[in-house]
């Protein structure tokens, strides 16, 4: 390291359980982490996208992250939670809740000690995998989370998001 390389701090993430893998998502993406609460289906929605929940007014599309990398759905439990983000998509963020099976914490993850992912295939979407590290001996899948919501899942979102605020609008103007 040279004189002019300043040690980077480890970067911080929230390490979420699906199926029997642990996941990590970047904090600063992390808007908060709810409890699981009704979601309202969208007709004609792709199978990952489950509907929409309310976040404090906003209406945020939610998608069952099991679904969405190639898992089958499963059973809500009282650990399920849905964790609401703020993705990176043609230079702006749209909001977005993912279900994960569960959360775990917040951790750091050194990116010295990120691997490339291996491509020998698997039980799930792998090309949205940014790396592979390690945290209290256990790996940790690190998401590409704008690659996992590629543009046209953004763009299903978005169409999804003003939905859901029309019909909120509509409603709310049918009962003053």
């Not at 992390?30 to 289906?41: A, F």
């Not at 790396?131 to 590409?144: H, K, L, M, Q, Y």
Request: glycine share 8%; hydrophobic share 45%; proline share 7%.
């Amino acid at each position: 390291m040279t004189s002019a390389t300043a040690p980077r701090e480890p970067a911080q993430y929230v390490t979420i359980g699906i199926d029997r893998e642990v996941f990590a998502i970047e904090v600063a993406i992390v808007r908060e982490i709810l409890d699981l609460q009704p979601i309202t289906r969208l007709p004609h929605a792709p199978p990952f996208l489950v509907g929409m929940i309310d976040v404090r007014g906003q209406g945020v599309p939610t998608v069952d992250l099991r679904v969405k990398l190639g898992l089958p759905a499963a059973q809500p439990t009282a650990n399920t939670r849905i964790v609401v983000l703020d993705v990176p998509q043609r230079g702006q963020s749209i909001t977005v809740g993912v279900i994960a099976d569960r959360v775990f914490e917040v951790t750091s993850l050194d990116e010295r000690g990120l691997e490339t992912p291996p491509q020998v295939g698997g039980r799930w979407r792998s090309d949205c995998i940014q790396a592979i590290g390690r945290s209290n001996g256990t790996f940790v899948i690190v998401f590409d989370i704008a690659r996992l919501f590629a543009e046209d899942d953004a763009a299903l979102l978005d169409m999804a998001a003003g939905t859901a605020n029309d019909m909120a609008d509509l409603m709310a103007d049918g009962v003053s």
